[in-house]
């Protein structure tokens, strides 16, 4: 096991087919905290309580009291290197897809184009009992013009709530599909930011390896796959992919 950036460089300088796996590490550098390393929001916070499908259909006025500051914060919270690294990978041919367990859409506006977002995304609000769709700017205006801060649909009456997905809430049956196709392609998967103890997405790396791909992961924390992967970086995920970037420049010249 090689823990360099230069060695991840000659694994993705090598890679047919490459895919990024992210977690909420890749956007710490952001100003968004972790949620559940030590001193990460779930220690403060019981996410079954403020940020669960039964939270929100029994209490949607606690629900929405949680979740409504925490869309403010991520209002104007811009992409770091790490995204920007992993879009321009994209660019050039060498990533195929970016699996992402992030909500925040900041992959999308470093420029990544196919991004897989496993666990939803805070674009856009949605009615569960008639499907109605609004943007997030709409589904913020409903709230706070609301006396409880709850928006609600105004085709049915039901209360509304973010795309993003909910413990205890189904996974997008689409996005999963595609991250597990990918990973099923994939001779080089690239953990960033994530411990890798989420179902279903926990199980992609293995998928990787039993096929005879390749595992690099870049986490500040262990992972239950550190012992098989050919590449393990520690550290700040936007300095370590912008020398990635660097060496694989060298590589080319």
Not at 91 to 106: P, Y
Not at 161 to 169: N, P, R, T, Y
Not at 209 to 218: E, Q, T, V
Request: proline share 4%; with cysteine; charged share 25%.
């Amino acid at each position: 096991m090689e823990n360099t950036t230069e060695a991840l460089a000659e694994l993705l300088a090598h890679a047919r087919h490459a895919v990024v796996l992210t977690g909420a590490g890749a956007s710490t550098e952001s100003g968004i905290p972790d949620f559940r390393s030590q001193g990460g929001m779930w220690e403060r916070y019981d996410p079954m309580e403020v940020a669960s499908m039964a939270t929100f259909l029994s209490d949607p006025a606690r629900f929405w009291s949680f979740h409504r500051p925490r869309i403010d914060a991520l209002s104007g919270v811009a992409p770091n290197d790490a995204h920007r690294a992993l879009a321009e990978l994209q660019r050039r041919g060498i990533v195929k897809a970016v699996i992402t367990q992030n909500i925040d859409g900041l992959h999308a506006k470093a420029g990544s184009t196919d991004v897989i977002e496993v666990h939803g995304a805070l674009d856009r609000g949605v009615c569960l009992r008639c499907d109605a769709r609004v943007s997030i700017d709409e589904l913020t205006a409903r709230a706070d013009a609301a006396g409880d801060g709850v928006p609600r649909c105004t085709r049915c009456g039901f209360q509304m709530k973010s795309a993003v997905i909910l413990f205890g809430e189904q996974l997008p049956a689409e996005a999963i599909s595609a991250a597990y196709d990918h990973a099923e392609r994939a001779d080089v998967m690239l953990v960033i930011g994530s411990s890798l103890l989420v179902a279903p997405v926990s199980g992609l790396p293995g998928i990787v390896l039993d096929r005879g791909g390749r595992l690099a992961i870049l986490t500040e924390s262990e992972t239950p796959y550190d012992d098989r992967c050919a590449v393990r970086l520690h550290g700040r995920a936007g300095v370590q992919m912008s020398e990635v970037l660097a060496h694989l420049d060298a590589l080319t010249a």
